[in-house]
């Protein structure tokens, strides 16, 4: 499964930025999607998660600012995100769990876009 992610940019603290993520359609069946971010010198952390349920899970520094959704007709995962600040800028990542079959479940990840957030 490869994904394309896009929607990242330039914006102003207190702004708004919406990321999309869609998964090449293939055999496999897509489970959890998710946002990552990787700032500067900093971890890879999880921003935001999706079952293909649509239960969610966010890290607490998102919560109430970040919406995660998608479409499983269209493989697609969004991020809106508002009330953006300074402390949001980094390199942003979805990924997406999948398997065939019985066969085990394995993942794979978007290329990255950078979400900079001037304060």
């Known amino acids: 499964v490869q994904l394309q992610a896009s929607g990242g940019g330039l914006v102003q603290a207190g702004g708004s930025l919406r990321l999309s993520c869609v998964a090449s359609?293939?055999?496999?069946?897509?489970?959890?999607m998710a946002w990552y971010r990787q700032a500067p010198e900093k971890e890879r952390e999880l921003v935001a998660s999706?079952?293909?349920?649509?239960?969610?899970n966010y890290a607490d520094s998102v919560k109430g600012r970040f919406t995660i959704s998608r479409l499983n007709a269209r493989n697609t995962v969004d991020l809106q995100m508002n009330t953006l600040k300074p402390e949001d800028t980094a390199v942003y990542y979805c990924?997406?769990?999948?398997?065939?079959?019985?066969?085990?479940?394995?993942?794979?990840w978007g290329q990255g876009t950078l979400v900079t957030v001037s304060s």
């Open positions: 359609r293939s055999k496999f069946s897509i489970d959890t």
């Open positions: 990924k997406a769990d999948y398997h065939w079959g019985s066969s085990s479940p394995t993942y794979s």
């Open positions: 999706i079952t293909r349920r649509g239960s969610t």
